[in-house]
């Protein structure tokens, strides 16, 4: 029952706006009227721009094998060819220079050994080329005996040849110019 007056109504309406009585009309209807859409509450997600240029190529460097091997796991001996253990991790600063030495000191077959960390300046390579050959560490056993444990997560005492028993503090690198 509800239909009948609101169909009324819209009789009415279009009686009263359109000024035309007439239900078949040759003339061409006019448009719909449509809503906009509604916006979203969400900010829409720009689109990353696709670079039109390919990228240039990268730089290529060869380095000879005999130039450089890989260290990890490698003896470390003293000057007087004591064993020292093995490179067992480099660590490098933010800036990506190496600046020392994990060394997997002591033990047998790994039990009982501790990790002790050197300066990178007190190894000297003398042959990476050869697997089977050591690299040198310009400290004695008994100093390296004396070195604090390295501990993952934990600040790092490194071990110098300089002589000094005087910590060396690392100074974070500056941005300013």
């Not at 509450?41 to 060869?62: H, L």
């Not at 020392?100 to 000297?124: E, P």
């Not at 390296?144 to 501990?151: H, L, N, Q, R």
Request: glycine share 8%; no cysteine; hydrophobic share 40%.
């Amino acid at each position: 029952m509800r239909a009948i007056p609101l169909m009324m109504a819209v009789v009415l309406v279009s009686l009263a706006f359109g000024g035309n009585s007439g239900w078949a009309d040759d003339k061409a209807a006019p448009p719909p009227v449509t809503t906009p859409p509604q916006a979203s509450s969400k900010p829409e997600t720009p689109v990353p721009e696709v670079p039109t240029d390919k990228a240039a190529p990268p730089s290529v460097t060869v380095i000879e094998a005999v130039d450089a091997h890989g260290i990890l796991g490698r003896d470390v001996r003293s000057p007087a060819n004591e064993n020292m253990g093995r490179i067992s991790d480099v660590i490098v600063d933010r800036g990506g220079s190496v600046r020392a030495a994990v060394i997997d000191f002591g033990g047998f077959l790994g039990v009982g050994s501790r990790k002790i960390v050197v300066d990178w300046g007190a190894l000297h390579f003398w042959n990476v080329a050869d697997k089977t050959a050591s690299i040198s560490l310009e400290l004695t056993r008994d100093q390296v005996k004396a070195a604090p444990e390295y501990k993952e997560d934990q600040p790092i005492v490194v071990l110098g040849a300089s002589g000094s028993l005087e910590p060396l503090r690392f100074r974070p690198m500056t941005t300013e110019k």
